[in-house]
């Protein structure tokens, strides 16, 4: 049997629910909001899978949907979102892989946005740096200096 290329978005969109959520989780910090994104990109892709010619690239393409889903409620909602410890443990799905210490995923929270996308996706999503760079549609180079900007930042701010 031949499995289209919507076939194995559906099949992706499932088996990654939750790392969906934690993304959208990390850009917004409410759970009803994060849940709403997570949706919005899920219609969309479904939407507009048929000019997705590559089915090798649904990873990196449903990650930029969900990043732009994510941009645009909190360019909508105009506000700055700030992180709260207490929900980060009560609403974040953890897996042994994914179990960083608070105190870091603090830290990276606070990170630029532009930063803290890359970070997010490179450690907690487990992408490579040509991933992030297709899924946010950023020259490759770009994604290496935000990196290791961003980690000498954190560095910066752990041994402080």
């Not at 930029?64 to 909602?77: A, M, P, Q, W």
């Not at 630029?112 to 180079?141: C, G, R, W």
Request: glycine share 0%; hydrophobic share 40%.
């Amino acid at each position: 049997m031949n499995t289209t290329i919507y076939d194995k978005l559906i099949e992706y969109i499932l088996q990654n629910q939750n790392k969906f959520y934690r993304i959208a989780y990390c850009y917004v910090y409410q759970k009803e909001a994060a849940m709403d994104i997570v949706q919005n990109a899920i219609c969309k892709a479904l939407e507009n899978y048929p000019g997705l010619r590559n089915e090798n690239a649904i990873k990196t393409w449903f990650y930029r949907i969900l990043i732009n889903e994510s941009l645009t409620y909190l360019r909508k909602v105009k506000r700055e979102i700030l992180c709260d410890p207490s929900e980060i443990r009560e609403d974040i799905y953890f897996e042994e892989a994914y179990e960083p210490k608070l105190e870091v995923y603090q830290l990276v929270c606070n990170l630029p946005e532009q930063m803290k996308s890359i970070v997010i996706l490179h450690y907690f999503e487990e992408l490579t740096l040509k991933e992030i760079s297709e899924a946010l549609d950023v020259n490759l180079n770009t994604v290496k200096t935000r990196l290791y900007a961003a980690l000498k930042r954190l560095k910066k701010k752990m041994s402080s």
